[in-house]
C-alpha cells in the first residue's frame, strides 16, 4: 500500500491520505483452489471407476458379489459431494484468478468465503459418513451381526481408503481458504477505518 500527501492548489496543505488497493491475483489462493479442486476430482473418479467382483462360497453355494460406490448411501453422498466441491473449485478457481475491482472486491471475497464454507462443512460430513461405512468395512459390528467385509473386497477397500484421505485433505484445503479469506475481510475492513 502506498500512500501520498497531495498540497493544494492555493498552497494550503491537506493531510489527505490516498489508499491504493490491491487488485492483482493472490497466487496462494489459486494455488489452494487448483489443490483443492485436483484432490476431490482425483477422488470423485477414484470412487466412480471403483468395483470389484469376487466369487463367494456360502453354504456350499457360490455367489459372485459386486462392491461398488452405489450400493452404499453413505458412499453415495461422498461421492457426490466431492464431485459438487470440485465443480465449485473450478468455479471459483475462475472468479478467483479473475483481477476484481475495487467496489466489488469485498463483496465477492465475503460471497467466495460463505460458499467455501459451505463446501467445506459438505465436504467433512461426505468425510465422516464415508470414514463410519468403512469402519464398519473393515471391522464389522458384532452387536448387530454384520460381518467385515474388507477381507473379501481389499481392492476396493484400499481404493476407497485413498478417495478418503485425498478428500480429507481436500477438505482441509477449504478450511485454509476459509481462514484465509477471514483475514483478508479483516485486512480490508481495517484499512478502510484508517
Known amino acids: 500500500m502506498s500512500s501520498q500527501y497531495k498540497a ?5 496543505h491537506s493531510d489527505v491520505k490516498v489508499v491504493e488497493r490491491s487488485t ?9 483452489r487448483l489443490l483443492g ?7 470423485t473418479i477414484i470412487v466412480g471407476i471403483d468395483k470389484e467382483t469376487k466369487r ?3 453354504a456350499g453355494m457360490h455367489f459372485e458379489v459386486t462392491a461398488k460406490w452405489e450400493y452404499m448411501s453413505a458412499i453415495v453422498f461422498f461421492l457426490v459431494s466431492n464431485a459438487i466441491a470440485c465443480s465449485y473449485a473450478a468455479t471459483s478457481l475462475v472468479i478467483s484468478a479473475i483481477p476484481k475491482s475495487n467496489i466489488n472486491n469485498n463483496v465477492t471475497l ?9 463446501i467445506m462443512a459438505l ?7 464415508a470414514s463410519a461405512v468403512g469402519e464398519i468395512g473393515q471391522h464389522g459390528n458384532s452387536h448387530v ?11 476396493y477397500c484400499r481404493h476407497m481408503t485413498v478417495a478418503l484421505v485425498l478428500s480429507i485433505i481436500g477438505s482441509t484445503i477449504f478450511l485454509l481458504l476459509v481462514a484465509l479469506s477471514i483475514l483478508k475481510l479483516h485486512y480490508n475492513n481495517n484499512n478502510k477505518l484508517c
Open 8 to 12: 493544494s492548489v492555493d498552497e494550503i
Open 24 to 32: 492483482k491475483v493472490r497466487p496462494y489462493e489459486v494455488l489452494l
Open 37 to 43: 479442486l485436483s484432490l476431490t476430482l482425483v477422488a
Open 56 to 58: 463367494i462360497s456360502y
Open 110 to 118: 465475503l460471497v467466495i468465503t460463505l460458499l467455501d464454507l459451505v
Open 123 to 129: 465436504l467433512f460430513s461426505a468425510n465422516g459418513a
Open 145 to 155: 451381526q454384520w460381518m467385515k467385509v474388507c477381507n473379501v473386497f481389499d481392492a
